[in-house]
T-cell receptor
Framework: QKEVEQDPGPLSVPEGAIVSLNCTYSNSAFQYFMWYRQYSRKGPELLMYTYSSGNKEDGRFTAQVDKSSKYISLFIRDSQPSDSATYLCAMRGGSYIPTFGRGTSLIVHP | EAEVAQSPRYKITEKSQAVAFWCDPISGHATLYWYRQILGQGPELLVQFQDESVVDDSQLPKDRFSAERLKGVDSTLKIQPAELGDSAMYLC????????????FGQGTRLTVV
């Protein structure tokens, strides 16, 4: 079992939909949780990060962390075709070594 | 806007040849990372530098891979000899220091070994 599990998708939604992307993890030492967006043939771009449990909102994006369930989520409101990309979750503990999920491919169709 | 620069963007090499990738991190960033990303997978850390020192290279295949950051600024990742299984995207990232969560990635070098 990998330390970070993420469904590769693809997840296909209509424009304007609320998107929910999720990751589960097994290492209880993880404290920092990040979401990256990666367009095809590009490097990942950091969207948001949270420390420990709770919610964080930035525009149309909301990140949630539930440490008791070892489950993190990224919600995208009013999704746009430009949101079509692969979304990678990443997390780390005190070792400073981030562990990435395999990414979920999101397709937002007009 | 400051960016992590990588070159080349694409590289095709024959099996058993040597290949090198270059990375110039954002100015002032002490921590530099090299990742390998196989198609359809997440990035996997190969090596992490703090200034010119290697702080983690536990996942670096040291029989064929080497990395250096001699002056604590730009960095080179080398593979010799290249194998077919090395075909992947090689990503460089940097952050202000190890304790900072925000890491910024370059565009990557896509390597194809034939």
């Amino acid at each position: 079992q990998k330390e970070v599990e993420q469904d590769p998708g693809p997840l296909s939604v209509p424009e304007g939909a609320i998107v929910s992307l999720n990751c589960t993890y097994s290492n209880s030492a993880f404290q920092y949780f990040m979401w990256y967006r990666q367009y095809s043939r590009k490097g990942p771009e950091l969207l948001m990060y949270t420390y420990s449990s709770g919610n964080k909102e930035d525009g149309r994006f909301t990140a949630q962390v539930d440490k008791s369930s070892k489950y993190i989520s990224l919600f995208i409101r009013d999704s746009q075709p430009s949101d079509s990309a692969t979304y990678l979750c990443a997390m780390r503990g005190g070792s400073y070594i981030p562990t990435f999920g395999r990414g979920t491919s999101l397709i937002v169709h007009p | 806007e400051a960016e992590v620069a990588q070159s080349p963007r694409y590289k095709i090499t024959e099996k058993s040849q040597a290949v090198a990738f270059w990375c110039d991190p954002i100015s002032g960033h002490a921590t530099l990372y090299w990742y390998r990303q196989i198609l359809g997978q997440g990035p996997e850390l190969l090596v992490q530098f703090q200034d010119e020192s290697v702080v983690d290279d536990s996942q670096l295949p040291k029989d064929r891979f080497s990395a250096e950051r001699l002056k604590g600024v730009d960095s080179t990742l080398k593979i010799q000899p290249a194998e077919l299984g090395d075909s992947a995207m090689y990503l460089c990232a940097s952050s202000v220091d190890r304790g900072r969560t925000e890491a910024f990635f370059g565009q990557g070098t896509r390597l194809t070994v034939v």
